[in-house]
């Protein structure tokens, strides 16, 4: 393959999580090939749309690696959440969306589907 070689310092968790990834993934040979696609889509990604905005129904946000270690420690560790998005979404419903919102949603839900069934 022709193109500049480059050196990358990792931690030997980061190495550890990217040679996992290429382990489960045949379609990256090494992880060099990751790395590649990896740049590439968040360059393109990045120029797309700046950093902290919308794009469809995703948001890309950062946060401190001290809360981002909590959140994996609740997912991996404590298994109290299948992923970091479920942490995320579960925190999100919890600040926004009261439980009245929630309770009166599921009523026009289930009347929704009353009536539906009446039409029926």
Do not use: C, W
Request: charged share 35%; no cysteine; aromatic share 4%.
């Amino acid at each position: 393959m022709d193109g500049e070689r480059i050196t990358l310092r990792l931690e030997p968790d980061i190495l550890e999580l990217i040679d996992d990834f290429v382990e489960k993934r045949p379609e990256f040979s090494n992880r060099s090939h990751l790395a590649r696609v990896a740049l590439r889509a968040f360059i393109e990604g990045a120029q797309e749309t700046p950093m902290s905005e919308e794009k469809g129904n995703r948001v890309t946000i950062e946060v401190p690696m001290a809360v981002l270690h909590v959140m994996r420690t609740m997912v991996k560790e404590e298994g109290l959440y299948n992923s970091i998005n479920d942490v995320i979404l579960e925190t999100l419903r919890s600040e926004f969306v009261s439980k009245q919102y929630l309770e009166e949603a599921k009523k026009r839900a289930l009347e929704a589907r009353h009536d539906a069934m009446q039409i029926l």
